[in-house]
């Protein structure tokens, strides 16, 4: 089993910035493919980005392209959502989420092994 804890939500205004983390434990030798999506009230959980296992593929929802970055560091068994220009519509919850293969483009909801707990980011002024 892999646990996955976000960090890093938060009430920020728009055009602000916030940084989540993800730290991943447990067996975390079988994680692959990590990234996030995020749930907004009343919607479906939707993806994000998501980053391979070695950090040089990256993918990302159209609607975060040129605003949010996705990195990680495998010594720390963990991955970041840099989150700039923030706007209105990007309140959700944020989940982390893992695969146990690598692979990173059109990720399904159904596909992902492990989540997180989610972290709740809101913009408003």
């Known amino acids: 089993q892999v646990q996955l804890v976000e960090s890093g939500g938060g009430l920020v205004q728009p055009g602000g910035s916030l940084r989540l983390s993800c730290v991943a434990s447990?067996?975390?030798?079988?994680?692959?493919?990590m990234g996030w999506f995020r749930q907004a009230p009343g919607k479906e959980r939707e993806f994000v980005a998501a980053i391979s296992q070695n950090g040089i593929i990256t993918s990302y929802t159209d609607p975060v392209k040129g605003r949010f970055t996705i990195s990680r560091d495998n010594a720390k068994d963990t991955v970041y959502l840099q989150m700039n220009s923030l706007k209105s519509e990007d309140t959700a919850v944020y989940y982390c989420a893992a695969r146990t293969i690598n692979v990173i483009y059109n990720w399904r909801r159904e596909d992902i092994n492990y989540w997180g707990q989610g972290t709740q980011v809101t913009v408003s002024s």
């Open positions: 447990g067996r975390t030798g079988s994680t692959y493919a």
